[in-house]
């Protein structure tokens, strides 16, 4: 049962990881209001994290836990971005910078570890070690 659930969450959070790339893309050129779009995709990520984190525990209740890295790779680095730069980028918006940065130097360190978050499932699923 617990497998069939993990199977079931993996496809959609590598799926649903994926697609939101063209999401946020589309998001950010169909709504001229370009705050309500950023808050959006930043709620969408939140949910994409927290999937990430259910996929996670789950595979550590599996057999096959020590096949699942690129998984507990990109469920790291979603909850990096979402409990840590999310804070520093939020930071560098309201005062200009954080850390000396500015919003989109932050910006930027975030979507690359969403980009390395991906490509670790891409890996992950290519692979499919983790059966």
């Known amino acids: 049962m617990i497998r069939n659930i ?5 496809v959609l959070w590598a799926g649903s990881l994926w697609s ?3 999401v946020a893309y589309t998001l950010f050129h169909a709504q001229s ?3 309500l779009a950023g808050m959006i995709v930043g709620r ?19 057999p096959g836990r020590t096949k699942f890295l ?3 790779l990109a469920a790291l680095l979603m909850a990096a971005n979402e409990w ?4 520093l980028m939020d930071a560098a918006h ?12 932050w ?11 991906c490509l670790a499932v891409v890996i992950l699923v290519w692979r499919q070690e983790y059966r």
């Open 33 to 35: 209001d370009r705050h």
């Open 6 to 10: 993990f199977r079931v969450l993996l």
């Open 107 to 117: 910006h930027g360190v975030s979507a690359l570890l969403y980009g390395v978050a």
């Open 44 to 62: 969408l990520l939140t949910a994409e994290t927290y999937l990430g984190a259910a996929v996670g525990v789950l595979a550590l209740l599996l």
């Open 70 to 72: 690129w998984g507990y």
């Open 20 to 22: 939101l790339a063209w």
């Open 84 to 87: 840590g730069l999310r804070r």
């Open 94 to 105: 309201a005062h200009g910078s954080a850390w000396g940065l500015s919003f989109g130097a």
